[in-house]
């Protein structure tokens, strides 16, 4: 796909996020890997009036070379596609079950959601719990680099989701899956639900392979 195409559908998906409450006001950041280098919404932009033509483009390390400055959080994006050589896009949001999720007192650290559903399973795996951090700490980064290798999403505490994917349409799908999944956690919190078994989910991932 051409990079003006790619432009366009980082715009039309942000705005579906926005559009339907996944996120707000000017939360949440997308990025697309290109050839060379990645595109990413810019600083202060709301992802449901995003700009094709003012998106930030940065070189293979990082550099800004185009468009409106680069978000704060695209350290957590670099991280990821360090530790992902596999992953062409990745969706962070601050979407509300997922973030009300990340402040339950009890969460499993290594596994924040049980495989409650065989999608959320296929689209997300495991959730890793990152300590909180305060926005922008660089140490964020080596927390979630850690991590990225071996889970295409993790949560940071007190913040939400990162989420990679193959492309953007797979990391968005997972995106929804995940806050989908947030939402029926909080429902069921408190009363033992049925979840999918250890031989249920190694079934799904022997045929549908990792996230």
Same mark, same amino acid.
């Given at each position: 796909m051409i990079e003006s195409a790619l432009r366009e559908q980082i715009c039309t998906l942000g705005q579906s996020l926005f559009d339907r409450g996944l996120t707000m006001g000017s939360s949440g950041n997308i990025s697309l890997r290109l050839d060379e280098g990645w595109l990413?919404?810019?600083?202060? /932009?709301? $992802?449901? =009036? +995003? &700009?094709? /033509?003012? $998106?930030? =483009? +940065? &070189?293979?390390?990082?550099?800004?070379?185009d468009g409106d400055a680069p978000t704060k959080e695209q350290f957590l994006h670099w991280a990821m596609y360090a530790e992902r050589p596999q992953s062409g896009a990745i969706v962070h949001l601050h979407s509300t079950h997922s973030v009300a999720v990340?402040?339950?007192p009890d969460v499993d650290p290594h596994n924040c959601i049980p495989p409650l559903t065989a999608y959320y399973v296929m689209r997300v795996g495991t959730l890793p719990l990152v300590a909180y951090h305060e926005p922008g700490d660089p140490a964020i980064a080596d927390a979630v680099?850690?991590?990225?290798?071996?889970?295409?999403a993790v949560l940071l505490a007190n913040h939400g989701p990162i989420v990679a994917g193959k492309n953007?349409?797979?990391?968005?799908?997972?995106?929804?899956?995940?806050?989908?999944?947030?939402?029926?956690?909080?429902?069921?919190?408190?009363?033992?639900?049925?979840?999918?078994?250890?031989?249920?989910?190694?079934?799904?991932?022997?045929?549908?392979?990792?996230?």
């Open positions: 990413m919404t810019p600083t202060n /932009a709301c $992802l449901g =009036r +995003l &700009d094709p /033509a003012r $998106l930030t =483009r +940065l &070189d293979a390390e990082g550099r800004h070379v990340s402040c339950l680099r850690g991590l990225a290798g071996k889970h295409a953007l349409d797979a990391a968005v799908y997972a995106t929804e899956e995940l806050e989908e999944t947030a939402k029926l956690h909080l429902l069921l919190h408190g009363r033992n639900p049925r979840t999918l078994t250890e031989a249920q989910v190694a079934s799904l991932q022997n045929t549908f392979g990792s996230p």
